[in-house]
């Protein structure tokens, strides 16, 4: 078997989440060849062919020119697969890869089973596997779920790609997101709120637990999204990674990108009604509980 | 006038606990709460928002599924929608992005809307293609994950939300397709006079057997919860002494 990976290059620097393609590509025990808009000062560590076209001409985000590039690619290598990250970059590019070379699309891979691609359902409440029926398969592959075990070696065969092509949309570059009021990276303790707070007014209880723990409080993106927080007290993927040594997840379900941000803390402790919650997964201690009655309860217990 | 479209999908509530069906292709439907698609919130909100912005504008809601998606049709047009289609498909579950995307284009292609909105993913299948599929098949440009959208005299300047919470400044012409991701606005509630008003808006029925669908890309080989892998100690039982419980543990940890 053969794939094409798609790596990702952004604001000037070639994106890590490329050995997490190398890695999937490793476990299918397929030939890889890899295709990157980007620079010759940032190359992979990868043992193969890799076409490159200069960022310069292509720019970081021009999907109808990239679309373009990828399907001359495609046409030399014939792979049976093309492989990206599930990414602002991946999500936007694989259907328009995908319709042109008139593959199937799995969007999101958690795992390859019984040689099928599993892919999330319900926020990853349920895996669907998939059989694929189309000769090519465009894959975009979740953050984190192909970790490679060893750090990536080799040198690349640089094939260096024309750029031609117009695009329909124009690109003017990045925001930076916007400082906040807390640095959560520097939390010893955090108190984080999911959508099972249910409203607003609760949130003070989560303030409260986390004063009696002398922490910062924190919150989910359906919290953020609702405006009942700051974005700057957001955790997960769109918002901060944080490590501290305690973290209290209270009433959230535990979707991917919220495990994102908050996976390498110390000690997760889940207050979740719902004992299946995916939070569970990555949780020391799970209470199953209604935070609304255990959260007051449990910042009496500490204050004695 | 100009035209304006939103794609809606109606999807079980997350929160919901989920069962695997009899023939393991998807989840059990029978007792779940139905809604509108998150993400698809948005995209009704900004519609509803270009068409007032506009001041005559007009705005159709199309969702392909079974006959209780018109309940979720019907939020949308008392969000302020003006009229709603609803592509009747008992199958449309099973379907893949394509065949979804194919439908809704050969819906818009003999139209003439000026702007396509749609969620940038669902979040029962959570593929993110429907949306970009739509505008591919069109031929028109699509704008992806946009969390800002400002349109003026058929320019679109909008940012896209990117990993890390940056942005990435994007603009195009219309017509045009946008993918909204959440925090976009905020969806507004319909309030009873809108409900009431919803309620004499049209709302048509648009079979799916007279759509020529192309081949199913992908089929369902196995459906199931994921693998347990956590080792998480449970507590549970009486609050109080839950509490205590999870206060000794906290403490011995700090």
């Known amino acids: 078997m053969k794939t094409l990976l798609i790596a990702e290059y952004r604001e000037g620097k070639l994106l890590d989440s490329y050995t997490e393609l190398i890695a999937f590509s490793e476990k299918l025990g397929a030939q890889a060849s890899m295709f990157v808009v980007g620079s010759r000062e940032q190359l992979p560590a990868f043992a193969g062919r890799l076409y490159l076209a200069d960022v310069k001409a292509a720019t970081e985000f021009n999907p109808a020119v990239h679309k373009q590039l990828i399907c001359e690619v495609a046409a030399k290598e014939q792979p049976q697969m093309i492989v990206l990250p599930h990414s602002s970059y991946g999500w936007d590019l694989a259907p328009r890869l995908a319709l042109a ?59 260096d790609l024309a750029v ?103 000690f997760v402790v889940a207050i979740n009604s719902d004992k299946d919650a995916p939070i569970g997964e990555v949780a020391d201690v799970l209470a199953v509980a209604d935070l609304k009655q255990l959260v007051p309860a449990l910042t009496e217990k500490l204050q004695a | 006038m100009k035209k304006l479209l939103v794609c809606i999908k109606q999807v079980p509530d997350m929160e919901s606990r989920f069962k695997v069906n009899t023939d393991g292709t998807w989840y059990e439907e029978t007792d779940l709460a139905w809604r509108m698609n998150e993400y698809d919130e948005y995209a009704v909100e900004q519609a ?67 702007l396509i909105f749609t969620g940038m993913q669902s979040q029962d299948r959570g593929s993110a293609q429907v949306g970009v599929l739509v505008a591919e098949l069109l031929g028109i440009p699509a704008l992806t994950t946009l ?9 679109i300047t909008a940012k896209r939300e990117l990993e890390g919470g940056s942005r990435a400044l994007v603009s195009c012409s219309t017509p045009a397709l946008v993918t909204c991701q959440l925090g976009l606005n905020r969806p507004r509630y319909p309030t009873l006079p ?46 109080g002494d839950v509490a205590a419980q999870l206060a000794a543990v906290i403490k011995e940890k700090m």
């Open chain 1, 164 to 266: 031609t092509g117009s695009s329909d949309l124009t690109f003017s570059g990045y925001e930076a997101a916007a400082a906040g009021e807390v640095d959560l990276g520097k939390a010893r303790v955090i108190v984080s709120a999911g959508r099972g707070i249910g409203k607003p007014e609760n949130l003070e209880m989560i303030k409260g637990l986390a004063k009696a723990l002398k922490g910062e409080y924190a919150a989910s993106r359906p919290v953020v999204d609702a405006g009942w927080a700051d974005h700057s007290r957001q955790v997960g993927t769109t918002g901060q990674t944080v490590a501290p040594k305690l973290y209290v997840a209270c009433g959230i379900s535990g979707a991917i990108q919220h495990l994102a941000g908050m996976k390498k803390s110390d």
């Open chain 2, 194 to 239: 809108n409900i009431m008003k919803a309620k004499k808006k049209e709302l048509a029925s648009l079979p799916v057997t007279d759509l020529k669908l192309p081949p199913a890309q992908l089929k369902t080989a196995a459906m199931a919860p994921p693998p347990k892998r956590g080792s998480a100690r449970i507590l549970e039982g009486d609050t």
């Open chain 2, 147 to 155: 969390v800002e959208f400002a349109y003026d005299q058929g320019t």
């Open chain 1, 101 to 159: 070379l008139k593959a199937a699309q799995v969007s999101e891979i958690v795992d390859v089973r019984d040689g099928q691609l599993v892919v999330p359902v319900c926020n990853g409440k349920l895996q669907r596997q998939v059989d694929v029926q189309t000769e090519l398969t465009v894959a975009t592959l979740q953050a984190g779920a192909f970790p490679l075990k060893e750090a990536p070696a080799g040198t690349p065969e640089i094939i």
């Open chain 2, 48 to 114: 509803v928002q270009l068409k007032e912005q506009l001041g005559e504008a007009e705005l159709t809601v199309l969702c392909i599924g079974p006959d209780r998606v018109k309940e979720t049709i019907k939020k949308a047009l008392a969000m302020g929608a003006d009229r709603g289609v609803h592509m009747t498909d008992n199958e449309s579950h099973l379907r893949d992005p394509l065949a979804i995307a194919s439908m809704i284009a050969d819906f818009a292609r003999q139209q003439d809307f000026e």
